[in-house]
T-cell receptor, first 114, second 117 residues
Framework: DGGITQSPKYLFRKEGQNVTLSCEQN?????MYWYRQDPGQGLRLIYY???????QKGDIAEGYSVSREKKESFPLTVTSAQKNPTAFYLC?????????????FGSGTRLTVV | AQKVTQAQTEISVVEKEDVTLDCVYE???????LFWYKQPPSGELVFLIR??????QNEISGRYSWNFQKSTSSFNFTITASQVVDSAVYFC??????????????FGSGTQLTVLP
């Protein structure tokens, strides 16, 4: 079955460390996205990519980095510069088409700083 | 700039009651898309419906129905005869046609629905 796989499901990080969240899709979607979700808030866009080797900052990109070396993969690195990284991170993908069919989401990674 | 407002932070109902989740949006585009997603406790967002700005017909899918009114910029979601399995966070989202090929979605803050047995 096609879908998006995020790993790990839970991740613990010590302050000052960088961590990388994995996102893989086998839907042949062109566009991929990373969102952050905090309690009581909606989803906020961190980065997105429309095509391989290209990505754009979203609303809250500071302290994060991404790469898009393959169509299927869009890993997110949470760097030590991110002051409050504890959150739920969701990866999504979509077809790049004239009609917006919406996103397919992964099951998320819950990151906790200890 | 686009914006989605879900004023109801939390709603609790007793099983079999009907419940309506409100969504109000702001956009300058004449062409846009509206969505509802469900987020169960497992965390994954599940797509429920997509509506484009030129289609104001209300839609019904089983116990779910949606009321789209451009005059009030609202896209409300009603669950009829609610069930415990409907307990989740529900998000309304908007995508403007002019936002580019990335088709970014702007989400509301979500409504936590709890259905009590």
């Amino acid at each position: 079955d096609g879908g998006i796989t995020q790993s790990p499901k839970y991740l613990f990080r010590k302050e000052g460390q960088n961590v990388t969240l994995s996102c893989e899709q086998n839907l042949n979607h062109d566009a991929m996205y990373w969102y952050r979700q905090d309690p009581g808030q909606g989803l906020r866009l961190i980065y997105y990519s429309q095509i391989v080797n290209d990505f754009q900052k979203g609303d809250i990109a500071e302290g994060y980095s991404v790469s898009r070396e393959k169509k299927e993969s869009f890993p997110l690195t949470v760097t030590s510069a991110q002051k409050n990284p504890t959150a739920f991170y969701l990866c999504a993908s979509s077809i790049n088409a004239g009609i917006n069919y919406g996103y397919t989401f992964g099951s998320g990674t819950r990151l906790t700083v200890v | 700039a686009q914006k989605v407002t879900q004023a109801q932070t939390e709603i609790s109902v007793v099983e079999k009651e009907d419940v309506t989740l409100d969504c109000v949006y702001e956009t300058r585009d004449t062409t846009y898309y509206l969505f509802w997603y469900k987020q169960p406790p497992s965390g994954e967002l599940v797509f429920l419906i997509r509506r484009n700005s030129f289609d104001e017909q209300n839609e019904i899918s089983g116990r779910y129905s949606w009321n789209f009114q451009k005059s009030t910029s609202s896209f409300n979601f009603t669950i009829t005869a609610s069930q415990v399995v409907d307990s989740a966070v529900y998000f309304c989202a908007l995508s403007e046609f002019s936002s580019g090929s990335a088709r970014q979605l702007t989400f509301g803050s979500g409504t936590q629905l709890t259905v009590l047995p």
